[in-house]
């Protein structure tokens, strides 16, 4: 630990805490000063001198991530100000059960949501009429369980099959985008719609030809052009099936972009709601870091530097960043190499201290060996181990699908 002077406070540098001050406020949590400004207001409110962790500064290739983690924010009345037991029962990260408990119900859930998207598209292809009232429910069902424990959908969508792209996307899509909402304290009928929205996003790729589809390589111009029309025929569904407003932009509106370089319609910013810039984002990165036929997926903090680098252009930036805050840097189902060099799943995030989650660790990287599985509170006094990396499962052929299911699942 160093104790600094508040004029060499710098963004990315880990708080402790403050150990020198004229006025009464106190900083709420540890964390990452995220920006100058924040700085500047813990000036302005007395702090003189705090105590910083230097082996946690951020570096420059953690940036795009560190400007989301902001355990010390802008305002000095949301950072400093003591938390009352009351805020407990409003906070977006409370779990009102254990993941152990809620895994069950969430893998369930989840494969019953892949049934019926296995159900819609065949019928669509037999050309049969479709009654889409079922998405609602199962959009309800599924925000039942973030509230109860986010993290167990959380890391299910995480656990992606390379061969189920398809049904799976969109489900990842609805559960990323509930959690965000929930984050952003929504209410919930809206957090319905919009999730009832992502469950349908993608819909309209089923008119598209399966041999663009399902192709094991890169699109031509003219093949890419019959793709882009896939959110055109997105909307047209669900804008037939009287799912509301919300539902029927977020159909049709997740590839456009703010700067207006999107398709299908070339919308621009003034165009789009807060809803369908927020699928705009959870839709790319699921793409981003899903395993495909003809590509390895990117790991978490890879697909947020990229995210990042069309910020603000064509993400919206504030809902960018309360994307990664409520996900996480590494969020819950991604595979981390420890610097033990001990490999694990993250199975529980730690909001407080968004570095330190627990780890359920199964594998030794260096002796190239299964090891017992046990849970590591990185958060913990006791432990002094840390993350070193996101991992794919492919550097060390594990089979993540199976550790998950046998491992895991109850």
Same mark, same amino acid.
């Given at each position: ?9 710098? %963004? ?37 001198? =705090?105590?910083?962790?230097?082996? &946690? ?17 802008? $305002?000095?009345?949301?950072? +400093? ?10 906070? %977006? ?6 993941? $152990?408990?809620? +895994? ?22 037999? *050309? ?6 079922? !998405? ?18 959380? /890391?299910?969508?995480?656990? &992606? ?14 559960? +990323? ?28 790729? @089923? ?5 663009? +589809? ?29 799912? *509301? ?7 049709? !509106? ?7 370089? *999107? ?29 495909? =036929?003809?590509?390895?997926? &990117?790991?978490?903090?890879?697909? !947020? ?11 919206? $930036? ?5 994307? @990664?805050? /409520? ?8 595979? =981390? ?20 989650? =627990? ?27 840390? @993350?070193?990396?996101?991992? &794919?499962?492919?550097? !060390? ?14």
């Amino acid at each position: 630990m160093k104790t600094i002077d508040i004029s060499e406070l710098k %963004p990315g540098m880990f708080v402790v805490g403050v150990t020198k001050q004229t006025g009464h406020v106190k900083v709420k949590n540890q964390g990452w000063v995220k920006t100058q400004d924040g700085i500047q207001h813990l000036l302005k409110s007395g702090v003189m001198a =705090v105590e910083i962790d230097p082996d &946690k500064t951020l570096s420059a290739s953690q940036e795009a991530s560190s400007q989301a983690e902001e355990s010390v924010s802008g $305002e000095p009345e949301q950072v +400093l100000a003591p938390q009352k037991a009351a805020q407990k029962a409003r906070d %977006p990260w409370h779990k009102s059960t254990s993941i $152990e408990s809620e +895994l069950d119900k969430a893998n369930e859930l989840y494969q019953q949501a892949k049934a019926l998207q296995q159900k819609t598209f065949s019928d669509l292809k037999e *050309g049969k009429q479709l009654d889409l009232s079922p !998405f609602q429910d199962t959009a309800s069902g599924l925000i039942d369980s973030v509230f109860r424990n986010q993290d167990a959908l959380a /890391c299910i969508a995480q656990i &992606k099959e390379k061969d189920a792209y398809l049904l799976e996307h969109s489900i990842n899509v609805a559960i +990323l985008v509930s959690i965000l909402a929930k984050h952003l304290s929504f209410e919930r009928d809206i957090i319905e719609q919009v999730t009832t929205g992502a469950l349908l996003h993608d819909i309209g790729k @089923i008119q598209v030809p399966d041999e663009i +589809l399902h192709k094991p390589g890169a699109l031509s111009p003219d093949e890419y052009e019959q793709m882009k029309l896939h959110a055109h025929y997105s909307y047209e569904i669900v804008s037939g099936a009287k799912l *509301g407003k919300i539902a029927t932009e977020i159909a049709g !509106f997740h590839h456009e972009r703010l700067d207006g370089s *999107g398709y299908p319609f070339a919308k621009a910013a003034d165009e789009l709601s807060q809803y369908a810039r927020m699928v705009a984002i959870v839709d790319s990165y699921d793409a981003i870091t899903a395993d495909r =036929v003809y590509k390895t997926g &990117k790991t978490p903090v890879a697909a !947020f530097k990229i995210l990042r680098e069309h910020v603000p252009h064509h993400y919206d $930036e504030s809902l960018f960043n309360a994307f @990664i805050q /409520c996900i996480g840097v590494f969020p819950v189902g991604t595979l =981390v190499k420890l610097k033990s060099q001990r490999v694990g799943i993250i199975s529980q995030s730690n909001p407080e201290t968004p570095l330190q989650p =627990v780890v359920k660790v199964f594998y030794h990287a260096k002796n190239m060996h299964y090891t017992e599985v046990r849970d590591i509170d990185l958060s913990s006094k006791r432990v002094e181990d840390e @993350i070193e990396a996101a991992i &794919k499962p492919e550097e !060390f052929s594990l089979n993540l699908m199976k550790f998950f299911k046998h491992s895991m699942l109850p």
